[in-house]
């Protein structure tokens, strides 16, 4: 168990006052002379220390706003930004297997590098033509691909 410290002589305290004008209890502090940090420190000093805290509770306000944000972002959205962040190491490294890799390891690199960068290629669909159904049995009768036809019309105006 530690010892319980005597009490400071007057003179090892500090000699400033508070604002409401009773003394200061803290210590002194070395290289402050008579005074404890508190009571020490030039105009200068307490303004970088204030700025200094102020900087800290900024990146702190904002690291919790962030620590919300991703909170509320969706698994696809955070592999996004990850992945974004990482962005240069790996294009680096899709680029060194088109490089080094086998034919087939190169090709599939390479695709993934164009598409990421062109988008996929658009594959071909048939021109499905309908018309828009007037019972529900002929409605019944249509296949998928005419159905999707259907929601996809534009109406005419």
Known sequence: MPAIPQSLSPTDLC???????????????KGYGEYCRAHGMTKEERAAL???GHAARSAQRMAR?????????GL???????LEA????????????VETGTD??????????????????????EDVTVRPPSTMDELRALS?????ALMYVQPMI
Do not use: N
């Open 76 to 82: 696809k959205a955070l592999m996004a930004e990850e």
């Open 65 to 73: 706003e962030d620590a919300v944000e991703r909170g509320r972002m």
């Open 104 to 125: 087939a390891d190169a090709l599939r690199a390479a695709e993934v590098l164009m598409s990421r960068v062109h988008g996929r290629p658009v594959q071909p669909t």
């Open 15 to 29: 000699q400033g006052k508070r604002k409401d004008g009773t003394p200061c209890p803290l210590k002194r502090a």
């Open 86 to 97: 990482h962005a240069h190491s790996v294009v680096s490294r899709l680029l060194s297997i």
């Open 50 to 52: 204030s700025a200094a």
């Open 144 to 148: 998928p691909e005419e159905r999707r």
